[in-house]
């Protein structure tokens, strides 16, 4: 990943803001859901819920907890990106699964980085934070497609 120092340092910054800012986690699923109505049905537990009583629904809290994990792993792993690319392959196979698409991954991207500056405001989420945290989450959408080729082949050669 060709995040500077400095860009790697915003993003530890501000994700540890992130993390403590948990009552915005939901979020970030319930924005995903009101720009892409069609993505909420791919979520079982919460799938008929209407958006305006998801705030405290506690499955997505659940799942919420779960992504922001991720992320948080993601974010330790920022130095190595082989340990990086290792600890994304579960993630990209049980998505991969689900039906979840590369180009759901990517539309998530915009409402990620507009919930970061939304929940820590454009004077934490400046230009420089928004620039670093488009290129990080390019890069784990990047890998997560290298491994969905990988399994579309896997399947094409079983057939
Ligand atoms: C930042 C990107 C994302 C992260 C970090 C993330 C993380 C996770 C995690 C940790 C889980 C639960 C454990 C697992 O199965 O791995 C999960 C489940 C799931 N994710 Fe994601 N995810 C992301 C993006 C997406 C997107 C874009 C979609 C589709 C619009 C999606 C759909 C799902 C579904 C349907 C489940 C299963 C939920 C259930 O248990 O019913 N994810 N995700």
């Not at 530890?12 to 915005?24: F, G, I, L, P, V």
């Not at 082989?82 to 990517?106: C, P, S, W």
């Not at 230009?127 to 579309?152: C, H, N, P, Q």
Request: hydrophobic residues 45%; glycine residues 4%; contains cysteine.
């Amino acid at each position: 990943m060709s995040l500077t120092e400095k860009q790697r340092s915003v993003i530890h910054d501000t994700w540890k803001s992130m993390q403590q800012s948990r009552k915005a986690w939901n979020d970030l699923l319930i924005s995903l859901f009101a720009k892409h109505t069609e993505y909420q049905k791919l979520f079982k537990g919460f799938a008929n819920v209407p958006l305006d009583q998801l705030r405290d629904n506690k499955r997505l809290t659940t799942q919420m907890a779960a992504v922001v994990a991720v992320i948080s792993a993601c974010i330790e792993c920022l130095h190595d990106e082989n340990a990086l690319i290792d600890m994304l392959k579960g993630l990209a196979l049980r998505h991969y699964h689900r039906n979840v698409t590369i180009q759901m991954f990517e539309n998530m991207g915009v409402v990620f980085i507009s919930w970061l500056v939304d929940t820590l405001g454009s004077q934490t989420m400046d230009e420089e934070a928004i620039a670093a945290w488009g290129l990080f989450y390019t890069t784990f959408v990047s890998i997560i497609k290298r491994y969905y080729e990988e399994f579309d082949n896997k399947n094409a050669n079983n057939i």
